[in-house]
């Protein structure tokens, strides 16, 4: 065969292929053709719809840190000893007031025993000294009405009464020897009575002041008593916090992130029993660059995301701006408080941080729902609905919030979005809802 005649073969062979492919082309097209239009003459696609929104979109500063305790505390005993019992362990979340451990007590206690019996005692010294006056427990001190007060006031007015007396006489007489009725001599007996009289009065009113004198030292004496009992009692409340200084509680209510100790170990004021960590509010420090420090301020919104809960936002408040900047790394520490309710959060991870501040802008936002991934072009899409009809629009997706997401470009604000069956429409699709 020539190559001339091997040419025309050829030549003939893909002309015949060529006619072939056309035919199966136009039968397929057909065939597709044939199923859109029975598509779109068919039932609408049943949807639920929503609105897209507008809102406004705060500006941040986008910063990182690392979360540590709120408070941590190293928990001492106040009374030294052996321990006896440790009721927490490594991990454990106590409350507040909660037994940690406890410290052999048998020496406070006998001390309180001691001093209970001196109480008991100083009070019968009271009563004693209360008898002494005859007193009655308790009773209110009047030095009128003690008995040796009483004898010696009746002495002393009986001494008066008869001064009263003997003056008289003497009065009298001494006017008769004027008279010349008496004589001398029966005179001077009665100014001797009235001398001796004086004197007796004397002596009683003495002895009246020395009975109230010494009843006022027994009642001195009373007091004191009184004062060794409140000693005493203060003895007691001594020794008591001493029996409740061996049992050791925690601080706040928090997790116990060591403990060094066992039962039988010796400690005293300086050895660390426990140490508790408070997780909530968790504090978290945010290395913020020198530039964007005069925007925080005391109050501002911060937000965290941790790698440990990806599908999670925690939020909290500016707490502390560090007023010096670090001459290193140009940048200052800014503390947050971060609500941290269920104890997910742990001291020691590592955040991403935004700082909400002052200005934003407005974003398109649309539920979460109104969004399809399509796999095959590998692009987010939006069906808008506009008078009953579908309409496909690729867009760009921003930030989440809560339910929904914002859309960079694709949508406008005020627009019916499909939010169900996104699978089964496509651009022209019928719908009903």
Known sequence: MTILNLKILISVFVLLFSLACSKTESASEKRQNTNANETNTGAPVTISVDKSVAREIPAFIQATGSLIADETSDIAPKAAGKVVNVSANVGQFVQQGSVIAKIDDKDARLRLAEAQAGVTQA???????????GLSPNGTFNATTIPEV????????????????????????????????????????????????????????????????????????????????????????????????????????????NRPVAVGEYVTSATPVATILRV???????????????????????????????????????????PAIDPTSRSAVVEAAIENGDNALRSGMFATVRINREGGSTGVFVPKTAVFNDQSTQSYRVFVIQENVAKLRVVQLGTEENEFIQIITGVNPDEIVATSNLAQLYEGAKVQF
């Open 123 to 133: 009070i019968a010294s009271v009563r004693q000294a209360e008898a002494r006056l």
């Open 150 to 257: 009483l004898a010696a006031n009746a002495s002393y007015e009986q001494t008066v009464a008869e001064l009263r007396q003997a003056e008289a006489n003497e009065k009298r007489y001494r006017e008769l020897v004027e008279t010349g009725d008496v004589s001398l001599i029966v005179y001077e007996q009665y100014r001797t009575q009235r001398d001796t009289a004086r004197a007796r009065l004397n002596a009683a009113k003495q002895a009246l002041e020395a009975a109230s004198n010494a009843a006022r030292q027994n009642n001195q004496a009373i007091k004191s008593a009184q004062a060794a009992v409140e000693a005493a009692r203060t003895q007691v409340g001594t020794a008591e916090q001493a029996v409740t200084d061996t049992v050791i509680r925690a601080p706040f209510s928090g997790f116990i992130s």
């Open 280 to 322: 909530n509010p968790i504090k978290i420090q945010i290395q913020v660059a020198e530039a964007n420090v005069p925007f925080i301020t005391l109050g501002r919104g911060v937000s965290i995301e941790v790698d440990a809960y990806k599908d999670r936002k925690f939020g909290g408040r500016v707490t502390a701006v560090n």
